[in-house]
Structure formats: C-alpha cells, structure tokens
C-alpha cells in the first residue's frame, strides 16, 4: 500500500523495543527542539499534537509525557486543555511553560496574569533540589517567556523553585511521578537545563537511555527487511546527505536488491554529478543509475515562477524518472522473476513537520513529503523519516560514509530552482550556479564549514540594478547571499560572517560572474523567514 503523501503527527512510524517519550504540542515553537533535546538524553522521542485522545496517548505505550510550550494563556477561548484523566494514568509527565500551567490549572492549582511578564534570561533560585534540581546550583540562569503564572501549586505538589516573579517557577510530586518547570530548559540559554531534563527522563521517569546510534542502525536494518521481504528497491540519489545515508542503511539491510539512481535534473551545484560518481559509489560499492534529465526538468519548469508549482512539478518529475528508471530495471530482471516495488527516500522528521500536521501549519512543501503525486506506483521506504539532521550526521559516521559526504552542507531537492526567485531557465541556473560556486569556495577556504549550517546564493532574477563596471553603465542582476548557523534546520539565525570574508564574496562573484554587479546579505533569523527563499 502506498503511504500517502500529506504528513501527520504520528506517521513516522514505531521503532520496535522503544517506548517513545511523547512530546505533547501545544503549538510551541520549541516543540521540536524539545524532541531533540530528550534525543540527546539516548531516549527515543516524538512529537503528537495536544488534542490526541487520552486513550490513543495510551495506547503508544510512552515511557514519559512532556507537554510543551505555547503561545495561549490557559484562560483564552479556545485554549488547548488537557484531560484530567492523563494525569492519572501513572504516566511520568513533565510540563514546560504553557505545559506547566494547563497541568496545574487541571489538576486544581491556581493559574493567574499576575501583571509582571518574564521573558529572556531569569535568575532561578531552588528552594528545594527534589528529583529536577537534584546535585544542581541553588542560583541558575534560566530563559522565561511567559505573560501567566502559576501562584499556587495542586494539591499534593511542592513547589521547588522561584524567581523574584514567579512564585511558582517549578513544582513536584514525584509519588504520582508528575513535574512541571516555568521555564525552558531544551533552550541552551537555561545554564541547566539538559541536566534538569535528564534527571526528569532518568530519574522521574526511569527511562533507558538506550537511543544509540548503534541501536538505531539495528532497529533501522530491521524494519526495512520486515517492509521489503525479498522485494526489490531503487533509491533516489540526490548527492545530498540525506539520501545518502539512507541509502547506505538500506543497503546494509539488503544488500545488492538496492538500486540507486542518480538524477541529474541539470538543477546541481557546480561539480556535483561527478562528486556523487566518484564518492558515494567508492565508499559504498552500490549499483548506481545515472539517469541525465536535465532537459525533460527545463521543459517541465519553462515558464512556471511559483515556488509550490515549482517544487511539485520537480517531485512529479523525479517521480516519473524513476518509474521509467524501475520498467528499464525490471526488464532486466525479469529472468530472476523480480520486480522494482520500493522507492527508498531521505526524508527527515523536519521535512515531515514542515509539509503540514494537525496542529502544525504548513510552511512549504517538500519534494519527497508533499509533492509526491497522487497515483505514486511504488511503496516508500524512508529509514530517517523520525530522526533529526544532526542524527542523520551520526548515523552516517556509524556507517562508515566519507566524512566529505556526512558533512556536506544541506542541499534542497529542488536544488538550484528553488534559489532563483522567478523563471528556471538554462541561463539562470549558471548564473546562480557559478555565484554558488564562489561562495562555497570561499567559506571552505575560510574554514568555516563546520560553524555554518548552510550557505548559498540566491538569484533575483526578476530584478535589475544599476552598477557601474570599468566606467560603464551595467544593469545586472542582483544575488543575495545567505547564510545561517542552526542544530536541526527547525529554527536557524543568520551567521555573523567576517567583514572581509563578506568583501571577498562580493568582488569574486561581481568580478566572476559578468550577469551580476551586486551581492546583498540577508540578515533574516528563521523564524521568521525561511532557510530557502523558496
């Protein structure tokens, strides 16, 4: 049965012999990070939305609950409430911030806006260590961002921690294994909080810290030789890290039934096809299809400057090249009696959230979540679909994947089309490609590789400006560069680069690149905007 291609809360599927930490969101921009934060405790996590009914909670079999953040105060119409009965259920929960109120606010605790806010960095005093602040500083940094107030503690509870504002900064009752904590500790701005947050899921909870990378490994090679059978697969090789490392997991877990094929959609970064040949190919040994598309991907995207129609017609496209790659694959195997049933894809957990769920609005849709068409003649095999970039990193470490690979930085499916704000055209696209090329060099050559999530360059290729070039008169076109530090592509800020680093940039690429006389930089943090401008 095909998956269908719109994401949901809970689509990520179950890793056998975990009992999932569930991340219960109610609407916090911090949601994700919480998840990945429980991750770095070796404890598996997922996220589900605030309305799941108690029973449906229950049934996952969770080892703990934590509620997250949010942006509504408890008192508001139409609030997200919780159900008392989850509280009773002999689930260890944790509550953060809005988590925290609605706990207390349903379990007879008094919640008031006392008029006094607290947002940014707190100093927390510890009243009592209890299971949270166990072994921890009696004075702490910790990062508030909360109008409410909890002024008095449930029944049954102690109240742990304050701040010159909040009465009731943290509360406990560890018989019912139930906490809750004002303030945000999966933030790195909280001095403790990872400790806060591991004594809660080692110590309140009981959890075992068993998320391992080498677990991951096994329990992954598990479940695709439980989906597959004795089927065949093809894989859609990008170069990127993403499909690449799903691509080594799958093959470990199949062996030579794996068939990757490589589109090179004339949409790549400058010396990327022959990266990808080179590279992957020598570290894993794979059977590799290298299928040349660029034409059919021009044809398809003339005239077309929407960014969704864009990324749906290159997923449609990808889409066909593979079906056509699979007849041609099992036309050959036909003697063995075979055929081509599984397309494997690098789908991550971000690129699940961000193309749409119950509670969480859709940003963008990705190639290989949303834009996948609806008549789709394989059955997805996604190995990653719950696990973080930085995770993905890992695990190709532990496969053994060249480090130039794991560590390259993320590249959209869409490539190149999705960094030209208007028309794809042949022209634009070396544009765009030789600024991108200047632009990575120099970064490399700078040694910042490592320090910077992603960089790349963007062409406005709708706008000209006027410059002025050996004494004459240019119109050109504008390129912006953008570069961003993040952990996990959820939120990102853009990076603080060297001003002469910046200045060597913009006279290579003016000087390089004869359609461009102008190099701006976007300074936009993600929230609000985007890492990609499409």
Known sequence: MNESPRASYGSTGAHPGYDP?????????????????????????EIVPWDMPVAEILARRPAALILSGGPKSVYSSGAPRVDPALFAAGVPVLGICYGHQVMAQALDGTVARTGTAEYGATR????????????????????????????????????????????VAAFEDPTRRLYGVQFHPEVVHSERGMDVLRHFLLVGAGCRPSWTMINIVEEAVTAVRAQVGGGRLICGLSGGVDSAVAAALVQRAVGDTLTCVFVDHGLLRAGEAEQVERDFV??????????????RFASALAGVTDPERKRKIIGRE???????????????????????????????????????????????????????PDDLQFDLVEPLRTLFKDEVRRLGEELGLP????????????????????????????????????????????????????????LLADVRSVGVQGDERTYGFPVVLRAV??????????????????????????????????VVYDITSKPPGTIEWE
Request: net charge negative; charged share 25%; proline share 6%.
């Open 124 to 167: 927390l005093r510890v009243a009592d260590p209890g299971v949270l602040f166990d072994g921890l500083p009696t004075s702490q940094q910790v990062w508030m961002s909360h109008g409410d107030s909890v002024t008095a503690a449930p029944p049954g509870f102690r109240v742990t921690a304050s701040t010159p504002s909040t009465p």
């Open 485 to 518: 530090t993040s952990e996990d592509a959820m939120t990102a800020d853009w990076a603080r680069l060297p001003y002469d680093l910046l200045e060597r940039i913009s006279n290579r690429v003016v000087n390089e690149v004869p359609q461009v006389n102008r």
């Open 21 to 45: 930490v569930l991340v219960i969101d109610f609407g916090a921009q911090y949601a994700q990070l919480i998840a990945r934060r429980v991750r770095e405790c070796h404890v598996y996590s």
């Open 282 to 295: 020598a570290s894993t040994g794979v059977d590799l299809v290298h299928v040349k598309a660029a034409d």
């Open 403 to 458: 480090e130039d690979i794991v560590w390259r930085q993320p590249f959209p499916g869409p490539g190149l089309a999705v960094r030209i704000i208007g028309e794809v055209t042949p022209e634009r696209l070396e544009i765009v490609r030789a600024a991108d090329a200047v632009v990575r060099d120099e970064i490399r050559r700078a040694g910042l590789d490592r320090e910077i999530w992603q960089v790349f360059a963007v």
């Open 318 to 372: 990808f889409i066909r090249v593979f079906e056509e790659s699979a007849r041609e694959l099992d036309a050959r195997a036909e003697a063995e009696g075979t055929h081509i049933g599984f397309l494997v894809q690098g789908t991550l957990y971000p690129d699940v959230i961000e193309s749409g769920s119950p509670t969480a609005a859709k940003i963008k849709s990705h190639h290989n979540v949303g834009g996948l």
